[in-house]
């Protein structure tokens, strides 16, 4: 998913352009030597169409070089793709590094396609840094396989100038799910435009589904992740709701097929009111897609009722391969360490950072969850106060329940292939009037049940 | 030719090369010279002449100039009046932001080492084959054109996980060829509709010509290099032609063997360039992949129809 | 696959062949035996590695279960079984075959009367010919996404707006079960129409014309002439194509992909989009080859009924 790949770069403000620190690891484990040359690859450089953020990719890759004469990394775009990712995997060709979306380690674990790294990431002192809430999602008997680096929870995002023109206060964003349809049903009658734009495809659908079930307070598959819950009253309430959106308000527009991206694009075209996307998506929408930061507001996740159920929280891990020696595990992890913690742990870089990123016309203070500890990210907040440079107001909605929100983890098992069941589900409410929510489901917890057990 | 069905003709090799001279056996088509003169056909005739030409114009050129509109336009402009010609005037930045920052030129140079190598491939495969099959008639021929043919009518898709398989890891060699363009330009050597084209057009080259080669005493290398590849120009000339489309055409294959955006082809990375770039640029990368076809197009016409028509075309 | 009858050619080819050689000739090529198996050598490689060897590995993987990662386990009828209760294979199977006669009732007539046309066309012919082949010449994908935004189902969009002039629309286009693929059809019919006309053209040249002389004196009309004469002496290479054209419908799968990724709703799934789906995106190859068989499978019985359509002509 480029969207999330390149939220990443804007939120952790992958950039190093200040003095460089000197890089102090532990002590690396007994057999590896920790000066012998090693070569890694890593994955995730922007595309060049991405100018700012490339820039400081490759600053961060030659300053870390510089500070560890010894290693050397190649660079390539390889990034995470839900389509693709079965076959690289196959294929032996990920690089080194390469971060991915927490759905995927659950069964990499499970296929031993990841080095254990537990003893190294305590040796280094990495393991204390990281936020224990998300360590689950890389363990497995106790032992960890990947390093959690960008945490997110799904935001409520809508246009301002259009809650205005349909007469709704765009200070005070519908919280929860009866509010969004009252005001995606005034978008579309007062404007014309999209009230609410659902994402539909590349598995995007279903991931966008789920988060509204567990904001209902349903959830998709049981804690084993050994059966499908698709059949439970939340879910089928969910899937009426759309439908009523979708039919009787006719405020979901005409485009069924979006992706994360193609919501986006339509969304920064003015054409979409409200959409369910990550706050981070907020720079895209300004600096790619050139909307007005004034008109971007960011809501929370919307809820059944009042008492929050909860948000669907990911993120991304940086998985290393399973064909690293010791040595590039060793080297992978001074490079993740030296690039996704020390902007957070480190005040001179973390300053650096931040200047480097307004230099770039990027925005600072993107509200977001903490893969770190949460004691370190407040620390973190208060260095780079000075320099954020979002509309804070923008964000009250989202900022406002963030920390009382339960996170809600995606689908235990398969749920790449769970999204991509429920992408067909929510477009056939989408396309066919006639169809019933719960034998919709009924069938589609039938067919999920299959792949689960397969 | 697939005129040949009908009624086969023996075929002389300069009726092969000049392809259909279609003046010479074909002075009329299926109206007389009487019925052109009746005024009630006539009329017709001017008016389906004039619906054709139109539909033609639009539904050849219209895509092709509305891309070549929107490469130079803001996406605004082309989300709000798709249909307008520059209402904020022209950018021609759109096409060399294109080229050089989403590196559209990048792709398409790969999309040449790939064009190139995999007709070299396909050549050297068919021609060699082709000689074995047509002219040296080896006893064990009619096998090995059997099995050649036989996988004529399986679609690439049956083997395309196993063939996955074999790429990345070449057994008994053991090497990947992922990410590289030998994944590309090894496969398409096993072509057995060009093998087949190029057997056919050998058996048309009158014997006489092999048999005064070899009353010279030249043996079958001296026999293939001196008189048949001279001879073989035309269909070279079109395989090669069709393979470059080919390889502009091509989605599937190079999406699953190149993962690496660095060497990927045009087809491949114009898609995933629609997910990240804004309207304008995309619009201009497309514009850009396709006027080179198109130039070339326009360029080779006559090659090109003609080398339709002989091999039946060829589906991308 | 291409588009053309390689198999009656080959036949025609080969009885010519053995009629025209003489003695002498053959017995040098006998002595170039050597020579052959040298020359040979490209292509048998060639196809062992990237042809034959697969179809063999495909039948051997259909019985085996493997991510291509861990060594692959040996389940039988397994995969066959898990992949025949699919719930998405009949619609899947359903939507091929209903993209197939899609293709030959829009797809069909029109590059036949353009060839008739360009035919009659005695000195501009080449400016259609050229005209028609455009399409055909564009990048698959390239054409896709102009298609794509030319589809928008907004009343703002191209084709909709277009339509707009004459009252019609906005009509939702891939955005409904209904129309997503009869919409795909539209483009790959344009995209296809030119190349399909050229080769008609081509056989048209070799209509006797001496049948249209024989018919204007019992006073046919034109439309009796295309009817009696034309169409009939096409019979042969229109079989041809539609047949063709039917294998090749097994290989859709640029369009989908990337118009609708299979949707909305499965409307546009089809075989070949299964078959990348169960072994790219889920990682579960032997599914896959287990699909890919039964593919083969109907292949196999539209290849034996096509010989059967070609041997009849031969006579």
Redesign the interface.
């Known amino acids: 998913m480029?969207a999330r790949r390149?939220v990443l770069a804007t939120f952790a403000g992958i950039a190093v352009a200040g003095p460089l620190v000197a890089c102090s690891s532990g002590s690396s484990s007994g057999s590896t030597d920790p000066n012998a040359p090693v070569k890694i690859s890593i994955g995730d450089r922007p595309?060049?169409?991405?100018?700012a953020a490339l820039k400081q990719y490759n600053d961060t890759v030659a300053a870390f070089m510089k500070a560890n004469p010894n290693i050397t990394i190649d660079t390539?775009?390889?990034v995470w793709d839900p389509q693709?990712f079965q076959?690289?995997v196959?294929?032996?060709?990920l690089p080194t590094v390469l971060s991915v979306a927490f759905t995927e380690p659950a069964l990499l674990m499970a296929n031993r396609q990841l080095p254990d790294i537990t003893d190294q990431l305590k040796s280094m002192g990495l393991l204390d840094q990281l936020n224990p809430a998300v360590l689950p999602t890389v363990s497995r008997d106790n032992r960890i396989y990947a390093v959690p680096i960008f945490v997110y929870t799904f935001a409520l995002i809508y246009n301002r100038k259009l809650f205005t023109a349909a007469g709704l206060d765009p200070d005070k964003p519908p919280t929860t799910w009866d509010e969004v349809r009252a005001a995606a049903k005034a978008i579309t009658q007062k404007t014309g435009k999209t009230g609410f734009g659902a994402m539909t495809t590349k598995n995007q659908g279903g991931w966008g589904f789920t988060n509204m079930v567990y904001g209902m307070g349903g959830r998709i598959e049981s804690g084993d992740g050994k059966k499908s819950r698709l059949t439970d009253e939340p879910v089928v309430k969910t899937l009426q709701l759309l439908k009523d959106m979708r039919w009787t308000d006719n405020s979901l527009g005409s485009q069924f097929l979006y992706d994360a991206?193609g919501v986006t694009?339509d969304f920064a075209?003015g054409k979409v009111g409200m959409m369910l996307h990550l706050p981070a998506v907020w720079s895209d929408l300004v600096k790619?897609?050139?909307m007005k930061a004034a008109d971007v507001g960011v809501g929370q996740s919307p809820q059944a009722g009042t008492d929050l159920k909860g948000v669907l929280t990911g993120g991304n891990v940086r998985i290393i391969s399973i064909k690293a020696s010791s040595e590039q595990v060793n080297a992978a992890l001074k490079w993740i360490a030296y690039n996704d913690f020390r902007p957070f742990s480190d005040k001179a870089v973390a300053v650096a950072n931040v200047k480097a990123t307004l230099a770039n016309k990027d925005f600072v203070g993107i509200p977001g969850v903490t893969p770190l500890g949460e004691k370190q990210y407040d620390q973190y907040l208060e260095w780079i106060k000075p320099s954020v440079n979002v509309p804070a107001a923008g964000f009250t909605g989202y900022t406002d329940t963030v920390k009382k929100m339960p996170l809600i983890a995606e689908p235990p098992n398969k749920a790449q292939e769970a999204y991509k069941a429920l992408d067909t589900v929510v477009q056939k409410v989408m396309t066919d009037q006639s169809v019933d929510p719960a034998a919709l489901l009924s069938d589609a917890a039938k067919s999920l049940d299959s792949k689960l057990s397969r | 030719?697939?005129?040949?069905?009908?009624?086969?003709r023996?075929a002389s090799p300069a009726a092969r090369r000049g392809g259909?001279k279609?003046e010479e056996?074909?002075?009329?088509?299926?109206?007389?010279d009487?019925?052109r003169g009746r005024p009630t056909?006539r009329v017709v005739?001017i008016c389906?002449?004039i619906i054709?030409?139109g539909g033609?114009?639009l539904?050849?050129?219209g895509?092709?100039v509305?891309?070549a509109k929107s490469a130079v336009s803001t996406?605004?402009d082309i989300?709000?009046a798709?249909?307008s010609w520059w209402p904020s005037g022209i950018h021609f930045g759109n096409l060399a932001?294109a080229w050089?920052?989403?590196?559209i030129g990048k792709a398409l140079g790969n999309t040449v080492a790939v064009a190139v190598g995999s007709t070299l491939?396909s050549l050297?495969?068919?021609i060699?084959?082709a000689?074995?099959l047509s002219?040296?008639?080896?006893?064990w021929?009619k096998i090995?054109s059997g099995?050649?043919?036989a996988?004529?009518?399986?679609?690439?898709?049956?083997?395309?996980?196993?063939?996955?398989?074999?790429v990345?890891k070449?057994?008994l060699l053991n090497i990947?060829l992922?990410?590289s363009f030998w994944a590309l330009w090894?496969?398409a050597?096993?072509n057995?509709?060009n093998?087949?084209?190029t057997?056919?057009f050998f058996?048309?080259i009158p014997?006489s010509f092999?048999?005064a080669a070899?009353i010279d005493g030249a043996?079958?290398?001296r026999v293939?290099w001196s008189v048949m590849l001279p001879l073989s120009r035309p269909i070279i000339g079109v395989m090669a032609l069709l393979s470059l489309?080919g390889a502009?055409?091509d989605?599937?294959w190079p999406?699953?063997v190149i993962?690496?955006?660095?060497k990927q082809p045009?087809?491949?990375a114009?898609?995933r360039?629609?997910?990240?770039?804004?309207?304008s640029?995309?619009?201009a990368a497309?514009f850009l992949?396709?006027a080179i076809?198109?130039v070339?197009?326009?360029i080779f016409?006559r090659q090109?129809?003609r080398g339709?028509?002989?091999?039946?075309?060829?589906?991308? | 696959?291409?588009?053309?009858?390689?198999?009656?050619?080959?036949e025609?080819?080969?009885?010519?062949?053995s009629s025209?050689?003489?003695g002498?000739?053959?017995r040098?090529?006998r002595s170039?035996?050597p020579?052959?198996?040298i020359?040979?050598?490209?292509?048998?490689l060639?196809?062992v590695?990237?042809?034959?060897?697969?179809?063999v590995?495909?039948l051997l993987?259909s019985f085996q279960r493997t991510n291509?990662v861990q060594a692959p386990q040996w389940v039988g009828l397994d995969n066959l079984s898990y992949v025949l209760s699919d719930p998405l294979l009949p619609k899947a199977a359903l939507n091929t075959a209903w993209f197939a006669l899609l293709a030959l009732v829009i797809g069909f007539p029109v590059p036949i009367f353009?060839a008739?046309?360009m035919?009659?066309?005695?000195r501009t012919g080449?400016l259609?010919?050229?005209?028609?082949?455009?399409?055909?010449?564009?990048?698959?994908?390239?054409?896709i996404?102009?298609?794509k935004?030319?589809y928008d189902p907004g009343a703002?969009?191209?084709f909709n707006?277009?339509l707009g002039f004459v009252g019609l629309g906005p009509f939702p286009w891939l955005n409904s079960t209904a129309m997503a693929m009869p919409a795909i059809v539209l483009e790959a019919t344009?995209a296809?129409a030119?190349?399909?006309a050229?080769?008609y053209?081509?056989?048209?040249?070799?209509v006797q014309?001496e049948l249209?002389?024989a018919a204007?004196i019992d006073r046919a009309g034109?439309w009796r002439?295309?009817w009696h004469?034309?169409i009939p002496?096409l019979r042969?290479?229109i079989l041809?194509m539609m047949l063709l054209q039917l294998?090749?419908t097994?290989?859709l799968?640029?369009e989908p992909?990337?118009f609708t990724g299979g949707g909305p709703d499965n409307a546009t799934l089809t075989?070949?989009l299964m078959?990348?789906q169960y072994?790219?995106v889920n990682g579960d190859?032997g599914a896959?080859?287990a699909l890919?068989?039964i593919?083969?499978l109907f292949?196999?019985v539209?290849?034996g009924v096509?010989q059967l359509v070609t041997r009849r002509?031969s006579d």
């Open positions: 480029i390149q595309t060049p169409d991405n100018a390539s775009e390889t693709t076959a690289q196959a294929g032996g060709t991206n694009q075209a790619k897609f050139g | 030719m697939t005129t040949n069905i009908a009624r086969p023996a259909k279609r056996q074909n002075e009329r088509g299926l109206l007389s009487s019925d056909v005739l389906m002449q054709v030409l033609l114009v539904g050849g050129i895509p092709i509305w891309a996406s605004n989300l709000s798709p249909l932001e050089t920052r989403v590196r491939t050297f495969v068919s060699t084959a000689y074995v002219i040296l008639q080896p006893r021929g090995l099995m050649v043919l996988t004529l009518f399986l679609p690439g898709v049956i083997t395309l996980v196993p063939l996955y398989q074999t990345l070449l057994p990947s992922l990410n090894l496969p050597g096993a057995a509709f093998v087949l084209i057997k056919r058996d048309g014997k092999i048999e070899r043996g079958p290398i293939l489309i502009f055409k989605y599937l999406l699953l993962p690496n955006p660095d045009i087809s491949v114009l898609p360039l629609s997910q990240s770039a804004e309207l640029i995309n619009l497309v992949t396709i076809p198109v070339l197009f326009l016409q090109f129809l339709v028509a002989m091999t039946g075309g060829v589906k991308g | 696959m291409s588009r053309s009858d390689v198999v009656k050619v080959l025609v080819a080969d009885r010519r062949h025209r050689r003489d002498a000739v053959r040098w090529f170039t035996e020579a052959a198996i020359f040979a050598v490209p292509v048998v060639c196809f590695y990237f042809s034959w060897g697969p179809i590995r495909g993987l291509l353009l008739v046309f035919n009659e066309m005695r080449w259609y010919s050229a005209l028609a082949y455009l399409p055909a010449v564009l990048p698959p994908v390239a054409a996404l102009l298609w935004f030319f703002g969009g191209i707006t277009l344009w296809g030119g190349a399909t050229i080769i053209l081509a056989a048209l040249g070799s014309t249209y002389e204007e034109i002439k295309v004469i034309t002496q042969n290479i041809v294998i090749g097994f290989q799968f640029a992909f990337l075989i070949m078959i990348y072994a790219f190859f896959a080859a890919s068989l593919l083969a292949l196999c539209l290849s096509y002509w």
